[in-house]
């Protein structure tokens, strides 16, 4: 077998590894649906339609989880759990906007479905209910923290849109953008759980950084599940990021093992995105060791997870935070 074959078993489902928490999840799904009811048929329509659909919940998860290790999660833990869901869901709007997506989760996208102005103004009033949340009662020490994450995916998405092109971004790039866009956010929903659930700020700020790793972690693996092969290995389709235009890990570790004159045939491919040509793409990503290559940068990441949270006292919630950590570098879709 492939040292890095994505088809391999799970040693956990998501479902079985969250179990424990499943009661507090289903109240993050009905204080979602509770917070972006406003009455106006569209709004409410457009704001919960990709919820219809689930998702990993693993933000919320996380401030639940973090939350947990000091001491039971309160009803202001699941508000704030629902605030990063939506702030989540709200980029993911406006990333389709700008990728001009059709489809997400299997469904069609907002501004595919409503329109870009819609989408525009749907994410908008996403963000703005998240944070109005997270401000509410006691959130003087959350708030700044929320915002922050919050701002750090805008600028993420910008610094995607002025590095996109293949002849300027490098490795140092793309780690920037997932930094960015990706793992700040997860850092903050570990720190948001811990501050929520009355940790010390040492505590608060180590479950930062072990989430920043995570999160590293978890989009490298997303992006080579992206490049790893057909629905029918990853359960879902494959080269979506290169076909909108995106450069990742992948493809610049293939660039980085290629002869100058096959680098100007993938920069040509990448500048004129094909979906005939991008089988191609496909193999030469497999043949060039990327996927294994993006494996192991994962776990080296997953690894400095493991490192600070060692330093967290041991507690059931701890086993389901590193057990969700390993599902999400091991995960095949």
């Not at 659930?197 to 479950?207: F, I, V, Y």
Request: charged fraction near 25%; include cysteine; aromatic fraction near 6%.
């Amino acid at each position: 077998m492939n040292s890095y074959d994505m088809r391999h078993d799970l040693r956990f489902e998501l479902g079985e590894i969250v179990k424990p928490i499943e009661h507090h999840l289903k109240r993050v799904d009905d204080e979602i649906r509770r917070q972006l009811s406003t009455g106006i048929p569209i709004l409410d329509e457009s704001a919960y339609h990709l919820f219809e659909r689930g998702g990993k919940k693993i933000r919320a998860s996380l401030i639940i989880l973090s939350s947990g290790l000091a001491a039971p999660p309160t009803d202001l833990v699941i508000e704030l759990a629902a605030a990063a869901e939506i702030v989540h869901c709200a980029s993911l709007i406006h990333d389709d906007i700008i990728d001009q997506s059709s489809v997400r989760r299997g469904v069609p996208t907002v501004s595919a479905k409503w329109g870009s102005r819609v989408a525009v103004l749907t994410g908008d009033y996403m963000y703005t209910k998240a944070l109005g949340i997270a401000v509410g009662d006691q959130g003087r020490d959350v708030f700044p923290i929320l915002v922050a994450a919050t701002s750090d995916m805008v600028k993420g998405e910008l610094y995607q849109l002025e590095y996109s092109s293949i002849d300027r971004i490098t490795k140092e790039h793309y780690l920037t953008i997932i930094e960015l866009k990706t793992a700040r956010f997860m850092a903050a929903c570990m720190k948001l759980g811990a501050v929520r659930g009355g940790m010390s700020p040492e505590l608060a700020d180590t479950l930062y950084t072990a989430g920043l790793n995570l999160g590293f972690a978890f989009q490298i693996v997303d992006d080579a599940l992206d490049a790893a092969g057909s629905a029918a290995e990853t359960g879902k389709d494959s080269g979506n990021d290169f076909l909108e235009g995106k450069i990742t890990l992948p493809l610049l570790h293939l660039l980085e093992k290629s002869s100058a004159a096959e680098r100007g045939e993938l920069s040509s491919l990448a500048k004129n995105p094909d979906p005939a040509r991008w089988e191609t793409v496909r193999r030469k990503i497999r043949e060039s060791g990327a996927l294994e290559y993006c494996h192991s940068v994962a776990e080296s990441y997953t690894g400095e997870f493991g490192k600070h949270m060692e330093t967290v006292p041991d507690s059931p919630y701890k086993r389901i935070i590193l057990n969700l950590a390993k599902f999400l570098v091991e995960r095949n879709y």
